[in-house]
């Protein structure tokens, strides 16, 4: 995926959409266009997820948008966890 930001459009901006619809920061129609109410959402995610608010999709945003793209997360178990 590339890097979008403010005046990116397209499918990607779309899955990015609806991303932020399904994390709760995105409630306008899912367009692909990549304009200032994207921007203020992908800030408010970002906030939320104590990443740098500067509003541009990059891989680390990416990443925390992932399990409500994917519907699931994945975690690799390693000695000591356990199912509680």
Do not use: C
């Amino acid at each position: 995926m590339q890097i979008l930001r403010k005046g990116s459009i397209g499918s990607e901006v779309e899955m990015l959409q609806l991303g932020l619809e399904r994390a709760g920061f995105y409630d306008q129609k899912i367009d692909g266009i990549f304009g200032s109410y994207t921007e203020s959402s992908v800030k408010r995610f970002q906030s939320a997820n104590r990443l740098t608010a500067d509003g541009i999709v990059g891989r680390l945003t990416l990443n925390a948008l992932s399990p409500y793209l994917k519907g699931y997360t994945s975690h690799v178990v390693v000695r000591g966890d356990t199912f509680w």
